[in-house]
């Protein structure tokens, strides 16, 4: 039995979009970033780095995105989340890489200001610099749906889910996500998913929200 570790609207909505998606059986615990769980020390036995995800699998805890959602694909292959091809499987990971290692980064800056200058005085200026970058990574992201009907076409993987999460972090923090057309229609496309609009309604996104 797989156990994902999630908190509601975080970039756990992802995994668990794709275990969703694969059909197979799983538990949920939550842990409630706005309550501070992430750092309680039950979790912390689980993930010492204190963040969500986390997946409990029969062979042990995996962390990251990256790996969690490629775990995912891989152990369910009926699912089709991941292709098999050398090089749009590599496209794959590249994008989820570059979702985790240069945007969520972006969002991080204006919510948790404090992770990268001690100094408060700094902490308006990280949150307006954040905002800024994430915004045009935003536009960057609508840009590369622009005639896709999921980030790697045509073909549906375990990168849509976790570009979804990016979308409701956008509108979450008030910027003008319905301004960009193609990443507007893709959310659409996601939301006509039975297993995305499952796990939203678990979860009570703000996604479902108009």
């Known amino acids: 039995m797989l156990t994902l570790y999630y908190s509601p609207g975080a970039c756990s909505l992802a995994p668990h979009i794709a275990l969703e998606e694969t059909g197979a059986s799983f538990a949920l615990e939550l842990v409630s970033i706005p309550e501070g769980e992430?750092?309680?020390?039950?979790?912390?036995?689980i993930n010492p780095r204190g963040?969500?995800?986390a997946l409990r699998t029969d062979e042990g805890v995996l962390t990251e995105n990256?790996?969690?959602?490629?775990?995912?694909a891989r152990s369910f292959p009926q699912a089709q989340l991941l292709p098999e091809e050398?090089?749009?499987?590599?496209?794959c990971i590249s994008h989820m890489a570059w979702l985790s290692n240069t945007v969520h980064p972006a969002f991080t800056h204006i919510v948790r200001p404090?992770?990268?200058?001690?100094?408060?005085?700094?902490?308006?200026?990280?949150?307006?610099t954040g905002r800024n970058n994430a915004w045009e990574l935003l536009q960057e992201l609508d840009a590369l749906l622009a005639g896709?009907?999921?980030v790697l076409g045509s073909r549906y993987s375990v990168a849509d889910p976790n570009t979804l999460v990016i979308y409701g972090w956008g509108k979450g923090h008030g910027m003008p996500v319905e301004q960009l057309e193609h990443y507007t229609d893709f959310k659409n496309r996601m939301l006509w998913r039975p297993a995305v609009r499952r796990v939203l309604e678990r979860e009570e996104s703000r996604l479902l929200q108009g």
Request: net charge negative; glycine share 2%.
């Open 38 to 45: 992430q750092q309680a020390p039950e979790y912390l036995s």
């Open 148 to 150: 896709r009907e999921w």
């Open 51 to 53: 963040k969500t995800p």
């Open 86 to 91: 050398p090089i749009e499987m590599a496209r």
């Open 114 to 128: 404090g992770r990268f200058a001690t100094d408060e005085a700094a902490h308006d200026n990280l949150r307006a």
């Open 66 to 72: 990256v790996a969690i959602l490629t775990y995912i």
